[in-house]
C-alpha cells in the first residue's frame, strides 16, 4: 500500500541550472536551448497557441506596476499565469526549482515569481527597455521561454539582449522551441524584434522580497 504523489523530478534539470547559475555569475546572462523537459513545453505551447483572444490583454495594461514602462513601447498581448492548470502548474513548479537551486548556489535571495504567456502577432515588437531599474524596482532575474516548434531563422522575432546602454549591437536570440533565456532584470537593455509569424512565450521575473510596514509583496 502507498500514496501515490505526483513529483515533479527536478534531478533532470540540475545540469540546466548550474549551467544558468555559472552564465549568470560569470556574464549576466545565460542562454539554454532545450531548457525544459519537451513533454512540458508541448503543452505550455498547446495551451497558449488555443487560449482564445479573451484571454490575452494589451501589455502594459492592468497592472500598476506595468502601465508607465510599457504602454507605450510594446504591442503584444499577455495573460498571467495563475496556476490554474496542470501545464502552469507544472511550469511554476520548474521555476520554484530553479529559484531554490539559484539561491543555493549564488545566494541571490530570490523570493518569488511571476511570468505570463506573451503573443506576438505578426509585426507586434517590444523596444529595447529594462524589466528594472537599479535602485527602484525588485524585479532581480528575469526568464523567458520560448513555445514557437519550427520557428526559422527567417521569421524574425529575435530578442536581442545588449551588454551595456551604449551596446547597440547586442546578441540575438532565435525564439526557438524550448529555449530558455535568463539574464539579470537591471543590467541587460533588450527588445523584441518584430516577426513575420505569431510568436509564443512566457516572460517571468525571479524578485526580491521588499515587505515594509506600508507594502505587503508580492503586490496582486
Ligand atoms: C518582456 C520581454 C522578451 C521576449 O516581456 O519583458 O522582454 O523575448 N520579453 O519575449
Ligand atoms: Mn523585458
Avoid at 545540469?15 to 556574464?27: M, S, Y
Avoid at 542562454?31 to 495551451?47: G, K, Y
Avoid at 514602462?69 to 499577455?78: A, G, K, P, Q, Y
Amino acid at each position: 500500500m502507498g500514496i501515490e504523489v505526483a513529483v515533479f523530478d527536478t534531478s533532470l534539470s540540475e545540469p540546466i541550472f548550474e549551467q544558468i547559475a555559472c552564465d549568470l555569475k560569470h556574464q549576466g546572462y545565460s542562454i539554454q536551448p532545450n531548457a525544459v523537459d519537451p513533454v512540458l513545453a508541448q503543452s505550455l505551447w498547446r495551451e497558449v497557441s488555443a487560449l482564445s483572444d479573451d484571454w490575452f490583454h494589451r501589455a502594459g495594461i492592468g497592472r500598476a506596476n506595468d502601465y508607465q514602462l510599457n504602454r507605450f513601447n510594446r504591442t503584444d498581448s499577455v495573460c498571467w499565469i495563475e496556476g490554474s492548470s496542470d501545464p502552469c502548474r507544472e511550469w511554476l513548479q520548474y521555476t520554484e526549482s530553479l529559484r531554490r537551486f539559484l539561491n543555493r548556489s549564488l545566494f541571490l535571495g530570490l523570493f518569488s515569481y511571476e511570468s505570463h504567456y506573451a503573443r506576438y502577432l505578426p509585426g507586434q515588437y517590444y523596444k529595447r527597455h529594462l524589466d528594472a531599474f537599479q535602485g527602484q524596482a525588485n524585479r532581480l532575474v528575469s526568464t523567458v521561454l520560448y513555445l514557437n516548434p519550427g520557428w526559422l531563422p527567417d521569421d524574425g522575432g529575435e530578442l536581442v539582449i545588449y551588454e551595456s546602454e551604449i551596446d547597440q549591437t547586442g546578441v540575438r536570440v532565435t525564439p526557438s522551441f524550448g529555449t530558455l533565456v535568463s539574464f539579470l532584470s537591471e543590467e541587460f537593455p533588450h527588445e523584441v524584434l518584430p516577426a513575420k509569424r505569431t510568436r509564443f512565450s512566457i516572460a517571468g521575473w525571479y524578485r526580491l522580497n521588499q515587505s515594509s510596514t506600508e507594502r505587503v509583496d508580492p503586490p496582486l
